[in-house]
């Protein structure tokens, strides 16, 4: 079908600004600094991640990224202070996977967990491993489950906190092993090895930050990694599927780049691009895995989806645990 040239003009024009548009907001974005919000103190793995990601990408970006620590709720009070900001670009934070917890252990929050942001990229990932005292009398995770079975309640594990990955990834591994551990809480990773060391508690989830140096020093074992792949760092060390046969047990955190929702795709695109390109640069990628992290870009709909799938996950675990909401 052949249209009038008339017809045609008339189309190219009404197509021309919205055409112009697309590309102008990605050639103009940024023209002033961006703000990277995180919920925590600095010195932590989230602000140190987003320090090192601020100063490779501001050199791409043409702008400068500065990090703002918001501290409070458990990293809720910077997540609240992003998801009412504009949705231009220019206010993101960098969020730890304690995130898709918010939805499963607050009884309200300012914002819906996954709805309220557009999420960028996925960072770094970083693995549990199933950590016990050096002079354990369990060898692998498959003595300390039947041991556990034998004796429900009695086993002691150590968490960073109610409602923490190291607290509901346990209840997690009990519920689908069939098994019941006593929780003992502490107040952050570092108090937790610290009981591990001592052998106030049996076991415990622990990062690699810790766990790695522990265990090669000689301090601590690994029994398994509570993922769905070993780590290159400890590659002796079975997963959780391998050691006990639970299917699709993958606890792990990550960091990752989110801003409010609504922010055109040109500007979530072009961040993404320098997420990627960041993480691609051999220094940077040295700074992530230093603390036991896997660099692991990627694109916006599997962040988000990634969230949304654990959301779920921890819901349920909250749930059938009968973990007290804050």
């Known amino acids: 079908m052949h249209l009038p040239t008339r017809t045609i003009m008339a189309l190219a024009c009404g197509l021309l600004p919205f055409a112009a548009s697309v590309p102008a907001a990605a050639q103009d974005y940024p023209n002033r600094p961006i703000r990277i919000v995180v919920g925590f103190p600095p010195g932590g793995g989230v602000d140190s991640t987003a320090r090192v990601m601020a100063a490779e990408m501001s050199k791409h970006l043409g702008q400068s990224m500065v990090v703002e620590n918001k501290p409070g709720a458990a990293g809720t009070l ?6 009412r900001s504009a949705p231009d670009g220019y206010t993101i934070m960098v969020t730890p996977g304690g995130h898709a917890i918010f939805g499963a252990m607050f009884k ?3 914002f819906d967990t996954v709805k309220s942001f557009d999420w960028i990229s996925n960072i770094v990932t970083l693995s549990f491993f199933v950590m016990v005292p050096a002079n354990s009398e369990f060898k692998t995770l498959a003595d300390l489950v039947a041991k556990a ?5 009695k086993l002691t594990y150590g968490s960073a906190g109610p409602g923490s990955t190291h607290h509901l990834g346990i209840e997690l591994l009990g ?6 551990f006593l929780h003992v809480p502490y107040r952050g990773d570092a108090p937790v090895i610290t ?13 690699p930050t810790q766990a790695i140096s522990n265990a090669k020093a000689g301090k601590l074992r690994a029994i398994a990694v509570a993922a769905n792949s070993r780590h290159p760092a400890l590659p002796d060390v079975p997963t959780v599927e391998q050691a006990l ?26 961040l993404n691009a320098e997420v990627r390109k960041a993480v691609a640069v051999p220094e940077v990628r040295a700074r992530l895995t230093g603390s036991g992290g896997e660099p692991a870009a990627g694109t916006s709909d599997a962040m988000r989806e990634r969230v949304a799938r654990e959301l ?3 819901t349920k675990t909250v749930e059938d645990a009968g973990v007290p909401k804050n």
């Open 108 to 110: 309200s929050l300012p």
């Open 312 to 314: 779920a996950t921890w």
């Open 175 to 180: 519920a689908r092993a069939g098994a019941k």
């Open 195 to 207: 009981a591990l060391l001592g052998s106030e508690v049996q076991f415990a989830l622990a990062t």
């Open 149 to 153: 079975k034998a004796e429900p309640g």
């Open 78 to 83: 910077g997540a609240a202070d992003v998801a």
């Open 245 to 270: 046969g639970i299917q699709n047990y993958d606890v792990r955190t990550w960091f990752a780049m989110a801003g409010p929702a609504g922010m055109p795709k040109p500007v979530v695109d072009r």
